[in-house]
């Protein structure tokens, strides 16, 4: 298929237009009965079409499925300490209580697909013990997320209920086992499945309908990011699909309406995910999942083919692709990512959209991975593997993405990412997952990633607490942008840009804004304006730092981070991404000296995406100056080796 060279100009409001209120208005409690009218039929044939659908599964995949099952079926299940669980508040350790938590619960998914596979009874005793594991664990709630209760962190309260991430992902799981294995599990011991549905009523859906103080739920003043969309998704399914109380289950479902609009109504007209790409898998991406659950569940009578913001969500992940699992990755959004080509698939098929469905088509094109490790996951891929494998596995890109919710830019001077691709973010430092990283920037040449943003570590106790911007990756220092008299930029909405000018209608490649609103007042600065001018025919990018400041303290540095050693040769930096293909860095001003600083990392996370080390390219003024212009010219160049 020949790749389109696209424009995407988004010039839309900047926010959400207030309450548009876009599932309330298309469920209520008048259209419900008829929305759902079929809804016990949707409940009992979702075994059998579940079945089916892992049945069409290629063969390699379903003997991957039955070998994973059968390791399942002699694991030795992981007891889950209380010490464990408390390390979490002893010394900010929660990696080790979810490692066990995990395996549980990868381990009972292995065995139930494999079961829904075989259906000859192999590994229902091994589920039986999965699931009586489960549903005996004091909590399903992380460590790191029951910091909330009134007791605060430390072991759960069992008078205080809460739901989190956690709770919400494995009572869909168990939903979907509670409908896929009924005969089967019924006719081992009938009271697994009363266990199973009492768990889920006390733990779940009866403090879902009684509470509205969970601070996802969007009910209180404050942002609204992607908790909201994931839980609520996984209660509406837990709803569906095992609920009998009509009365009880349209509660739930206008409630998961009133609350899931909340998120819709935060997010930008434009279609823009704040916490960036890897964030959208559970925003967006669980969006899509929610729209698709309600357009089966009511026969296809729920339609949102017409909301064009909800569109525009959906093509977000595409827009911020830059070539095979590399993305765009502002705030702790991660460098390489997976999304699910089922929930890009999703967006596709509501809304008719060719580009998505081939990008989703692309996506399973390069791994062709099926993790039988989470039921809901394997069952959405199911479900969509036949429309994913007919679609062209290719990626129109778009040549110019602008987003003005978060003042991104992404310009790309040839399709497909060969040549340089550019990608500058302003907006402010208050957003959700949010780094100091206001006026910032990546640069990709031919794909690979030359000027980088590093990326969020493994999480730990600091990082989302009020110590966040002690860890070194969060700063602005470790961003490519500059430290204005020894100071760095400060976390908080009005730690802004200002003075922003993104690209006109007319195609014109220049960006600009004033980052020194970034800042705060013991930096002494009036303003830094930073411009951009790409020039995609040149291969080259320009950018002008001009400032002004009310006194000079420290001389002021710019920086530039990369994975890639660079080389200095004077006055000139320049990385070798490639054999022979260097990414040039030069400064007009004699008053500038570039410096080079090796960074070693330590983390499992920053290991995996730029390996052992990276670098800090400073440019760093000789005689400091209250007022002062530097140019810089970035391109592609051919350089021989040792030259």
């Not at 669980?85 to 549980?104: A, F, M, P, V």
């Not at 990326?455 to 966040?468: C, I, Q």
């Not at 930029?489 to 802004?496: E, L």
């Not at 390996?611 to 003024?621: A, D, L, N, Q, V």
């Amino acid at each position: 298929m020949k790749h389109l060279a696209l424009v995407i100009l988004l010039f839309l409001p900047s926010f959400g237009i207030g309450q548009q209120q876009i599932l309330q208005r298309k469920i209520t409690d008048a259209s419900y009965t008829d929305l759902f009218s079929k809804l016990k039929t949707w409940q009992n044939t979702r075994a059998s079409l579940w079945r089916q659908q892992l049945r069409d599964l290629p063969v390699e995949v379903k003997d991957k499925i039955i070998r994973d099952a059968d390791t399942a079926n002699v694991f030795t299940w992981p007891s889950l300490l209380a010490s464990k669980y408390l390390e979490y508040k002893r010394n900010g350790n929660r990696t080790n209580y979810e490692s066990d938590i995990n395996l549980r619960r990868a381990k009972l998914s292995q065995l139930v697909a494999g079961e829904m596979l075989r259906q000859d009874g192999t590994y229902i005793p091994q589920i039986a013990n999965g699931l009586w594991l489960i549903l005996e664990e004091s909590t399903w709630v992380s460590p790191a997320h029951i910091v909330v209760q009134q007791a605060g962190a430390g072991l759960v309260d069992p008078y205080d209920s809460y739901i989190d991430l956690g709770a919400g992902r494995v009572a869909a799981d168990l939903a979907a086992i509670y409908r896929a294995l009924a005969t089967e599990l019924d006719a081992y011991s009938p009271q697994l499945r009363r266990k199973l549905k009492y768990e889920l009523d006390k733990r779940i859906l009866e403090p879902y309908l009684l509470r509205k103080d969970f601070w996802w739920m969007g009910y209180g003043k404050g942002f609204v990011n992607n908790w909201n969309i994931w839980i609520n998704n996984n209660v509406l399914r837990t709803a569906l699909l095992v609920m009998d109380d009509p009365e009880k289950q349209k509660q739930i479902v206008l409630k998961v309406m009133e609350s899931s609009d909340k998120f819709i109504d935060y997010y930008p007209e434009d279609g823009a995910c704040e916490e960036g790409p890897s964030y959208w898998i559970h925003a967006g991406g669980e969006l899509g999942t929610m729209l698709q659950l309600l357009k089966e569940a009511s026969a296809d009578k729920f339609d949102v083919s017409q909301e064009t913001k909800i569109h525009r969500m959906g093509q977000y992940i595409l827009r911020m692709h830059i070539d095979g699992n590399r993305f765009v990755n502002f705030a702790d959004a991660l460098a390489i990512e997976y999304p699910t080509p089922s929930k890009v698939a999703i967006y596709g098929d509501i809304f008719k959209d060719q580009d998505l469905r081939n990008f989703a088509a692309y996506l399973w094109n390069r791994h062709k991975s099926t993790n039988s490790s989470n039921v809901q996951d394997l069952l959405l891929l199911a479900a969509s593997y036949k429309d994913i494998t007919k679609a062209a596995p290719v990626v129109n890109h778009a040549l110019e993405v602008v987003y003005p919710s978060l003042q991104l830019v992404k310009w790309q001077s040839e399709s497909m990412g060969k040549g340089l691709t550019f990608v500058g973010i302003g907006g402010h430092n208050g957003v959700s997952h949010n780094h100091n990283d206001v006026g910032s920037f990546m640069l990709f040449a031919d794909n690979i990633p030359v000027l980088i943003d590093i990326g969020v570590g493994t999480y730990n106790s600091k990082t989302f607490s009020s110590k966040r911007y002690e860890i070194w990756n969060m700063q602005s220092q470790w961003h490519s942008l500059p430290t204005i008299n020894g100071v760095m930029q400060q976390d908080g909405a009005k730690f802004r840009a200002t003075a922003v000018k993104l690209p006109s209608r007319d195609f014109n490649h220049s960006f600009s804004l004033d980052i020194g609103t970034a800042y705060p007042a013991e930096a002494a600065v009036s303003s830094w304006t930073r411009s951009f001018q790409f020039a995609p025919a040149k291969q080259e990018l320009e950018m002008q730092e001009k400032y002004s400041l009310t006194k000079t303290i420290s001389p002021q540095q710019i920086h530039y981070i990369t994975s890639i050693r660079p080389v200095l040769d004077g006055s000139d930096v320049y990385i070798e991404y490639d054999t022979g293909k260097c990414v040039l860095i030069q400064s007009n001003s004699k008053n500038l000296v570039p410096t080079i600083e090796e960074q070693m990392l330590t983390d499992a996370r920053h290991q995996k995406v730029w390996g052992e080390k990276i670098y800090r390219i400073h440019f760093t003024e000789k005689k400091m100056n209250r007022e002062a212009t530097y140019n810089f010219k970035i391109k592609r160049v051919e350089r021989s080796a040792g030259k």
